[in-house]
């Protein structure tokens, strides 16, 4: 349905509370740009407390005819049976600033770093790109894994990356894995979680990265035959079997 081209159908019109009653509110494109050092919260919160006496100074009836920067504001489609509050909640935890959890991985305490995956694995795999890209910045700065805790940590974070869909700069953390860290036993079970994932995602993002990585690192026969495998072998029975 086509709105009224009014301001108070312009996404660019907010209102404090206090008078969504009675139609008054300002616009955020005001030309003093008056609102414009307090945006975020105003969009955020609908908050007009820091600035009250400018709002009450700017602000005019909605009703009035918009200017030539009339925008209709973007509705939210649910899906059938989705409820509001869910996607309210989603949306907000997939824009939520982890900054504060993520330094926590810097910790010197695994205790610490266990318990700052934890926090942080349900914003990763809700879609949150500042927790997946200070994820992925963490794990990439790592050295190699020398001894089962950090075996076992690293086995979380490639589980957790794992949790979206494969892109590249994921393949690159877990080949980067396969570079610096030794084939062992210490360090059997965080290949075999490496491989398997690396086997799940799409053959052209990992044949390059891999063939690469056996031309820089020596393996031993039976290792370098599994990433091979990853790597060729199976495009190579694809094509056969057409």
Known sequence: MELDKICQNC???????????????VCLNDPDDSFEPYIDEIIENADFSNI??????????????ACEQ????????LQDGEDLNDYIYIENMKQQNVDEVIKYLYDN???????ALSTISPYVHIGNENAYKGLIEYYMGLGPADN???????????????????????IDAYVNELARTPSNNT??????????????????????????????KKFSYK???????IAIEEKIDEYWYR
Not at 109 to 115: S, Y
Not at 148 to 170: A, G, P, Q, W
Not at 206 to 216: A, F, R, S, Y
Request: hydrophobic letters at 35%.
């Open 11 to 25: 996404s660019s019109f907010f209102q404090d509370s206090n008078d969504y009653n009675i139609g008054l509110g």
């Open 52 to 65: 009250y006496e400018i709002y009450l100074e700017k602000r005019f009836n909605g009703g009035r005819e």
């Open 70 to 77: 009339f925008e209709e504001p973007e509705f939210i489609e």
């Open 109 to 115: 305490d695994n205790n610490m770093v266990n318990r």
């Open 148 to 170: 089962l805790e950090d075996v076992y940590i690293r086995i979380k974070i490639v589980d957790l990356l794992s949790s979206k869909k494969s892109e590249k700069k994921t």
């Open 187 to 216: 360090t059997r079970q965080l290949y075999t979680e490496i491989l398997e994932h690396l086997r799940r995602c799409p053959w052209e993002m990992v044949m390059e990265p891999l063939l690469e990585l056996l031309d820089k």
């Open 223 to 229: 290792m370098k035959k599994k990433i091979m495998d």
